[in-house]
């Protein structure tokens, strides 16, 4: 047997919300197994999307980070060129690419910062780039159901 962990969840939540719920008799009992639903199915969401995800953006702050690194030359932050240069994940797990998004990302905040100071409306241009960048990843971790 090779259990769906997202279907397992899903199944999970949905048997709280039609079985579990309606034999409780407290509203703050029947609210605290709803939400233990609502946070079963978007746990088996993140878990479907997670790697997806974190493999996109990786790619994406990746990118960002060398063209930063060309763009401010000598006033890139070190923290820039020790993310570029670190390797990517090993393997596909969720912790090692989390690992990897959290050195990507620490970088990116170091190179928004040193953007935001550089002059020209290069540097004005790739702080939007930036600034979209970090809209999209927000978009990329909203949930389809919302508590």
């Known amino acids: ?3 769906s962990a997202p279907r397992v969840l899903q199944g999970l939540a949905a048997n709280l919300l039609s079985e579990v719920m309606p034999n409780i008799s407290t509203p703050f009992g029947q ?7 609502m946070l079963g199915m978007m746990v088996a969401e ?3 999307r997670a790697a997806d995800r974190l493999v996109t953006e990786n790619r994406i702050v990746r ?3 060398a ?4 763009l401010l030359g000598e ?5 820039v060129a020790d993310a570029i240069a670190a390797p990517a994940a090993p393997t596909l797990r969720v912790t090692d690419l989390q690992r990897e998004n959290d050195l ?5 905040i170091d190179l928004h910062a040193a953007v935001e100071q550089a002059p020209g409306e290069a540097a004005r241009a790739f702080e939007e780039r930036i600034w979209a960048e970090l809209i999209e990843s927000t978009r990329r971790r909203q ?4 508590l």
């Open 1 to 3: 047997m090779n259990p």
């Open 31 to 37: 609210q605290l197994v709803g939400i233990a639903a």
């Open 46 to 48: 993140e878990f479907d």
């Open 63 to 65: 990118e960002l980070l």
């Open 67 to 70: 063209e930063g690194r060309a």
């Open 75 to 79: 006033g890139c932050p070190p923290s």
């Open 104 to 108: 990507l990302r620490a970088a990116l």
């Open 143 to 146: 949930f389809a159901s919302r």
